[in-house]
Structure formats: structure tokens, C-alpha cells
T-cell receptor, first 109, second 114 residues
Framework: DAKTTQPPSMDCAEGRAANLPCNHS???????VYWYRQIHSQGPQYIIH???NNETNEMASLIITEDRKSSTLILPHATLRDTAVYYC??????????FGTGTSLTVIP | DTAVSQTPKYLVTQMGNDKSIKCEQN?????MYWYKQDSKKFLKIMFS???????INETVPNRFSPKSPDKAHLNLHINSLELGDSAVYFC?????????????FGDGTRLSIL
């Protein structure tokens, strides 16, 4: 019941932008798009979330298409410490996070 | 200061035993959660509490019993542990159960059943 589709793995060169795509074609109008990452065996770390508009914070940017059926997480200057599994999740009030299989991002020196 | 803290970090025990995992958050959040991450790294919600009241109880064996003595704590007690209970258990909290509130996770409790 994850409701999102992500590529299983991606590589990115250190210092370059990492663009992680996510499809959520069945998203409802009141569902937020969230991005989390999990580094090795740590707990999931919140990155960013949005509803309709593009969002930016100190970690990343979130680009949501106009029809809201897909989004892209952008890490502007990837570092080795950004190697992790990245999860795209959709959530509505009262519904809990359902994590899919995520994208395993490897940042290459 | 750790925002969401779980104890113990590692728990190794025999099949059939009863054990508890504790979780505390110092963020002033109203909602807390328990997740289970299995060997395939799939993270799945187990329980959700809002203001000490149970609001979500996914399909979890009744050997698992959450208890929330106050808004800052959500403990997980497990009776008659089985081999399949081996996993990493994560606690999380959020300001409310609104869709606009991110969840903040602890570092997990690694439970191994011998």
C-alpha cells in the first residue's frame, strides 16, 4: 500500500546534483509528498515535504509536477555522506507513513 | 539532546521470553508511533498514539502491547517472543497526526531472538 514507485538504485558523482524521481500517479488532492532517507542502520531522517508547490530547505529541493503525479528530490551537491536509501511517501491526515522499497543512492568519489 | 530516544539499542533474548522497549520524545509532540523493519529492510507501521490514545493498530499479533503513560512516552511490550519477531523496531513522533506534520524517528532497537 506504498502508493509510490521509485527506481531501486542510482549512482551520483560526488559534488554533482542527485535527482531522485518518484511516481505517485494515484495521489489524492489532500495527500502530501514526503521524502525521508535512511543511512545504514540509523532511523529514517526527514528531508522535506510538500503538497503542490515546489519546496526548498537546507538539505534539498522538492519539485512536484503540476498534475502532482510525480516528484523529484534534488540534492544540489551530493557528498559521500548522502549515500543512503531514499523513500518517497504520500500521506493524508490520519493515515500513517507507508514506506516502500525506496531508492538506494550511492555517491561515488 | 536526542529528540526521540529508544532503549535498549540492542536486545538479545530467548524465544518465549517477555521484553519491553522504551521510547521517549522531548519535542513536545502529541503523536507517537511504532514501526517494525524486517530483514528485507521494509519499514511497516505497527501502532500510533495521539495524546495517549491508540488511533492506529495495524495487523499486529496481540502479543505486542503498546503503553503510553504520558504524551512523551510510548513503550512497547512483547509477550512470548518468537523467532519472527527478530527485527529493528523504530519509535517516531510528530506534532500531530495531521498530514502536514513530519515524523521524527529514533535510532531503533535491534531485537534478536535466539
Amino acid at each position: 500500500d506504498a502508493k509510490t514507485t521509485q527506481p531501486p538504485s542510482m549512482d551520483c558523482a560526488e559534488g554533482r546534483a542527485a535527482n531522485l524521481p518518484c511516481n505517485h500517479s494515484t495521489i489524492s488532492g489532500n495527500e502530501y509528498v514526503y521524502w525521508y532517507r535512511q543511512i545504514h542502520s540509523q532511523g529514517p531522517q526527514y528531508i522535506i515535504h510538500g503538497l503542490k508547490n515546489n519546496e526548498t530547505n537546507e538539505m534539498a529541493s522538492l519539485i512536484i509536477t503540476e498534475d502532482r503525479k510525480s516528484s523529484t528530490l534534488i540534492l544540489p551537491h551530493a557528498t559521500l555522506r548522502d549515500t543512503a536509501v531514499y523513500y518517497c511517501i504520500v500521506r493524508v491526515t490520519g493515515n500513517q507513513f507507508y514506506f516502500g522499497t525506496g531508492t538506494s543512492l550511492t555517491v561515488i568519489p | 539532546d536526542t529528540a526521540v530516544s529508544q532503549t535498549p539499542k540492542y536486545l538479545v533474548t530467548q524465544m518465549g521470553n517477555d521484553k519491553s522497549i522504551k521510547c521517549e520524545q522531548n519535542l513536545g509532540h502529541d503523536t507517537m508511533y511504532w514501526y517494525k523493519q524486517d530483514s528485507k529492510k521494509f519499514l511497516k507501521i505497527m501502532f500510533s498514539y495521539n495524546n495517549k490514545e491508540l488511533i492506529i493498530n495495524e495487523t499486529v499479533p496481540n502479543r505486542f502491547s503498546p503503553k503510553s503513560p504520558d504524551k512523551a512516552h510510548l513503550n512497547l511490550h512483547i509477550n512470548s517472543l518468537e523467532l519472527g519477531d527478530s527485527a529493528v523496531y523504530f519509535c517516531a513522533s510528530s506534532r500531530s497526526d495531521s498530514g502536514n506534520q513530519p515524523q521524527h524517528f529514533g535510532d531503533g532497537t535491534r531485537l534478536s531472538i535466539l
